[in-house]
């Protein structure tokens, strides 16, 4: 089981950036594939991006290819989620969610909402026009 407690968000202007933090409490981070949901007011949650367990792949949605990327640091149990040219459309309550692997798995980047069992409280990114 794991905890995760995402920071970072706030107001930022069209074309800035922010770098959200999610810290990872519990069992082994290294068997956690990790992921970045978001959700606007009145729209489904939807994906945004996620890195394997081994870190080695990555798989972000068409909407923030170029602009976000995500790492993560085994050291500090924690994934990042750099965001950059931040467009008012990307205003949404961003939700870290995590999928244990305990046996391969290793490539795996999940998409879906409903294939991660564990998920933050979410942090509030707002970006001005």
């Known amino acids: 089981q794991v905890l995760l407690v995402e920071s970072g968000g706030g107001l930022v202007q069209a074309g800035g950036s922010l770098r959200l933090s999610c810290g990872a409490s519990g069992d082994s981070f290294s068997s956690y594939a990790m992921a970045w949901f978001r959700q606007a007011s009145g729209k489904e949650r939807e994906f945004v991006v996620a890195?394997?367990?081994?870190?080695?792949?990555?798989r972000y949605a068409d909407s923030v290819k170029g602009r976000f990327t995500i790492s993560r640091d085994y050291a500090k149990n924690t994934v990042y989620l750099q965001m950059n040219s931040l467009q008012p459309e990307d205003t949404a309550l961003y939700y870290c969610a995590a999928v244990q692997f305990k046996f391969g798995g290793v490539y795996s980047t999940p998409f879906r909402t409903d294939e991660y069992d564990y998920w933050g409280q979410g942090t509030q990114v707002t970006v001005s026009s």
């Open positions: 890195i394997s367990r081994s870190g080695v792949s990555t």
